[in-house]
């Protein structure tokens, strides 16, 4: 079991899903960027939509479009060095 510091408490196989949603997100993400799309327009696609009512927040101090621009922003700023291949995944 995985107690976490709030919410419920989560077992391997949700963490295994949750690694999963964020990974998919980040290629979503990376892809639009790819194809030159801005934040906004990244925000406006919704890539985390599927995974909003389990994941996904609208108010607090972490909501779904604060998780998209801080993945667009670590996704942009990391460009520099190219796009990060299938085995050397962060």
Do not use: C
Request: charged share 30%; no cysteine.
């Amino acid at each position: 079991m995985i107690v976490p510091g709030h919410g419920r408490l989560a077992d391997e196989h949700d963490l295994l899903e949750y690694r999963d949603m964020t990974v998919i997100i980040r290629d979503r993400i990376q892809s639009q960027i790819e194809k030159g799309m801005t934040l906004d327009q990244v925000k406006a696609s919704r890539p985390a939509l599927d995974y909003e009512t389990r994941w996904g927040a609208d108010t607090g101090n972490w909501n779904t479009a604060m998780f998209v621009e801080a993945v667009y922003n670590s996704l942009k700023d990391g460009q520099a060095g190219g796009r990060v291949s299938q085995g050397e995944r962060r």
